[in-house]
């Protein structure tokens, strides 16, 4: 168990649709990341959250959003759904602000859009 | 811009084989950090080592070692007498210090283990 708590684990939505994925990190983490894992993408880097505020943008679609509460949950939200966004959407922490150590990740919320 | 090569797409050995996956990385950075995460049929990404680029000594652990050679710009990893249990997806990533760099782990795009009896 990483510490880090995804939910929800498994979501099936329709095209055009509007889902919220949702990250606790590790107790002591301030960086939140969020990945994407597709087929034909592979593991990409989507964006991070350091304390409350976003650090760094990575392959993020526009439709695509996210914020980091004062608690230092994450959401993720993805809107105007396309198939190709199905993937399995991975959150990740850290202590810190760069990746230099291990980075905990979730078991992944698997996103499927029919 | 950083880049992972991991060649081998699929590999299939029989149980206590020893196998060695490749891993070949680029990056302008001149510190830097390697890792390796095993992705099991769960799904989940575990964690498995780190490695920064001032430090070349090969590690073991158990039955995994890892062979960082800068010269070669390659993090080969080898699990010795391969279980049954040892079957998963393992990505090779890279990190740096630089702006673009430090936020994120850029992976490879995996390389599937299959151990049979």
């Known amino acids: 168990d990483s510490g880090v708590t995804q939910t929800p684990k498994h979501l099936i939505t329709a095209t055009g649709q509007r889902v919220t994925l949702r990250c606790s990190p590790r107790s002591g983490d301030l960086s939140v990341y969020w990945y994407q894992q597709s087929l034909d993408q592979g593991l990409q880097f989507l964006i991070q959250?350091?304390?409350?505020?976003?650090?760094a943008k990575g392959n993020i679609l526009e439709r695509f959003s996210a914020q980091q509460f004062p608690d230092l949950h994450s959401e993720l939200n993805l809107s105007s759904l396309e198939l190709g966004d199905s993937a399995l959407y991975f959150c990740a922490s850290s202590v810190g602000l760069g990746v230099t150590g291990e980075l905990f990740f979730g078991e992944g919320s698997r996103l499927t859009v029919l | 811009a950083q880049k992972v090569t991991q060649a081998q797409t699929e590999i299939s050995v029989v149980e206590k084989e020893d196998v060695t996956l490749d891993c070949v990385y680029e990056t302008r950075d001149t510190t830097y950090y390697l890792f390796w995460y095993k992705q099991p049929p769960s799904g989940e990404l575990v964690f498995l080592i780190r490695r920064n680029s001032f430090d070349e000594q090969n590690e073991i652990s158990g039955r995994y070692s890892w062979n960082f050679q800068k010269s070669t710009s390659s993090f080969n990893f080898t699990i010795t007498a391969s279980q049954v249990v040892d079957s998963a997806v393992y990505f090779c990533a890279l990190s740096g210090i630089n702006t673009g760099t430090a936020s994120k782990l850029t992976f490879g795009t995996g390389t599937r283990l299959q151990v049979t009896l």
């Open positions: 959250y350091y304390n409350g505020e976003e650090r």
